[in-house]
């Protein structure tokens, strides 16, 4: 099974329009983190967020938000007013503590297209 | 202050030679990560370094992958007798720490694309 899922390859939002990325996981790990990473066309990789897996409160940092959901396993991450420059690759990742130290597993990312 | 930085930004080989592949982490990092990602796909984790301790290789994919990280700071990751489904771009990341935490984002250097010809 996938550790990490995300469904949808592409998305598209109009400027100013908040969007919302899917991410689910897959762990058996009680102790873990979720972590959102962005890659521009350039190919470097921009740390975004990070939401802990015993964080009472969903995760914030100016546009970005993460909507955890723990009994569902999903951890969708929100970005307010979306500018041009959010066009990038989008990917979701996982940290188990218990089975992998801190290497992180990566789901196969978003493709997102902020348009005029 | 200086990010990750890894060299070559680009390699080209042919079916056959050996490459090495140069990391830089960021001074004061204690943990260095090597992934893969290959066209279109997501990050695939071969080895990470904490340390002093063994280095996690769990994710190398054949022994023709090897690497280490000299005197705390530096890897290097070598593949041997180089493959065309190596090619990929090779991407190293250091942390502060290898414990959990928030403060343990990894930052990632600008990738080594290698061509395997």
Partial sequence: ?????????????????????????????????????????SGEMIFLIYQGSYDQQNATEGRYSLNFQKARKSANLVISASQLGDSAMYFCAMREVRGGGNKLTFGTGTQLKVEL | GAGVSQSPSNKVT??????????DPISGHTALYWYRQSLGQGLEFLIYFQGNSAPDKSGLPSDRFSAER????????????????????????????????????????????????
């Fill in chain 2, 70 to 117: 000299t005197g705390g700071s530096v890897s290097t990751l070598t593949i041997q007798r180089t493959q065309q489904e190596d090619s990929a771009v090779y991407l190293c990341a250091s942390s502060f720490l290898a414990s959990g935490g928030r403060h343990n984002e990894q930052f990632f250097g600008p990738g080594t694309r290698l061509t395997v010809l």
């Fill in chain 2, 14 to 23: 042919e079916k056959g030679k050996d490459v090495e592949l140069r990391c």
């Fill in chain 1, 1 to 41: 099974a996938q550790k990490i899922t995300q469904t949808q390859p592409g998305m598209f939002v109009q400027e100013k329009e908040a969007v919302t990325l899917d991410c689910t996981y897959d762990t058996s790990d009680p102790s873990y983190g979720l972590f959102w990473y962005k890659q521009p066309s």
